[in-house]
Nanobody
Framework: QVQLVESGGGFVQAGGSLRLSCTAS????????MGWFRQTQGKERELVAR????????YYADSVKGRFTISRDNPKNTLYLQMNSLKPEDTAVYYC?????????????WGKGTLVTVSP
């Protein structure tokens, strides 16, 4: 199991920006496909973005495409999510996780997440 700690959430007005970070324990971080997810109350957790182990390939949900950028720093065991042009509908708790390389299903226990609140 990898321990994942998310940070960087906060309160921002619509149109603003935030950068989330996810720090992973262990020395195998560079071998994992990683993803950012988000969840709002009463809804299922949804994949926002994912990145390949070297960062060469990325995927974004349609709802965030063109506004969010996922990146990683493997020597620092850290995953990032740069969020620009934030909208009230981006309000959620954001989580990171390791992903299966075949199904892209989350593989690790969930961390506590970091709350992002976007005001109109």
């Amino acid at each position: 199991q990898v321990q994942l700690v998310e940070s960087g959430g906060g309160f921002v007005q619509a149109g603003g920006s935030l950068r989330l970070s996810c720090t992973a324990s262990g020395r195998a971080f560079s071998t994992y496909v990683m993803g950012w997810f988000r969840q709002t109350q009463g809804k299922e957790r949804e994949l926002v973005a994912r990145i390949s182990w070297r960062g060469a390939s990325t995927y974004y949900a349609d709802s965030v495409k063109g506004r969010f950028t996922i990146s990683r720093d493997n020597p620092k065991n850290t995953l990032y999510l740069q969020m620009n042009s934030l909208k009230p509908e981006d309000t959620a708790v954001y989580y990171c996780n390791t992903l299966s390389t075949t199904t892209f299903a989350p593989m690790n226990s969930w961390g506590k997440g970091t709350l992002v609140t976007v005001s109109p």
